[in-house]
Every structure is written in structure tokens, then in C-alpha cells.
Nanobody
């Protein structure tokens, strides 16, 4: 069983930056494609970014492309989400997820097998 624990959330002013981390345990991290999603109350969980098993391929939602960067360290079993130039629309609970079935380029929640508990990000305007 894979456990995922997010950290790094908090309150940031518009235009600021945050870096989220997601530490994985209980499996072979380098065999999982990883993704970040976000969700607000009453709304569906939406795709933010994903990264392939090796880290060689990344994909982003249009709303964050050019501002957010996903990366991973397979030695530290950790995936990161660097968020820059943040705005109020980035406010949400952020979740990391792992997929054992796909190697990368995965955008839908059903394609992921394991989820973290989430970390709240609030951007003040």
C-alpha cells in the first residue's frame, strides 16, 4: 500500500509563491506516474499537473501552465509542485496522486490509484 503525504500549503499573497511537497512511502516510487489535483468545496477535483515515472515528461492544465512546475526526486521519493505568480483562483485544497497503471500523461482522477489527504492553499488578493 502506498501512502502519500502532502505538505507546504498555507496562506500566500497574490503574486507570491509556494512549493508543495508530497512524500511517498510503501512502494517503489520510481514506478509511479505522479500528479497534482486541486479541489474547492462543492466542485469537482481538477487536474493541475502530472509527471512521468522518470520525470522526463510533464503536463499542465492551461490555467497553471507557465506559472507552476512539477518535479520529482526519485531518490527522496518526493514529488513537488512549485507555484509562482499565484492568484485567488489558485485557492484550493491540493492533492497529490500516484498511478501504478500508467507511465505518464494522465489527467483524470480515475487513472490514479493512490491519493494523499490534501493540503490547503489560500491566496489572498
Amino acid at each position: 500500500q502506498v501512502q502519500l503525504v502532502e505538505s507546504g500549503g498555507g496562506l500566500v499573497q497574490a503574486g507570491g509563491s509556494l512549493r508543495l511537497s508530497c512524500a511517498a512511502s510503501g512502494g517503489t516510487f520510481s514506478s509511479y506516474a505522479m500528479g497534482w489535483f486541486r479541489q474547492n468545496p462543492g466542485k469537482e477535483r481538477e487536474f493541475v499537473a502530472c509527471i512521468s515515472r522518470s520525470g522526463g515528461s510533464t503536463n499542465y492544465a492551461g490555467s497553471v501552465k507557465g506559472r507552476f512546475t512539477i518535479s520529482r526526486d526519485n531518490f527522496k521519493n518526493t514529488v513537488y509542485l512549485q507555484m509562482n505568480k499565484m492568484n485567488a483562483e489558485d485557492t484550493a485544497a491540493y492533492y497529490c496522486a500516484a498511478s501504478i497503471r500508467y507511465s505518464g500523461g494522465i489527467y483524470y482522477t480515475y487513472e490514479y490509484d493512490y491519493w494523499g489527504q490534501g493540503t490547503q492553499v489560500t491566496v489572498s488578493s
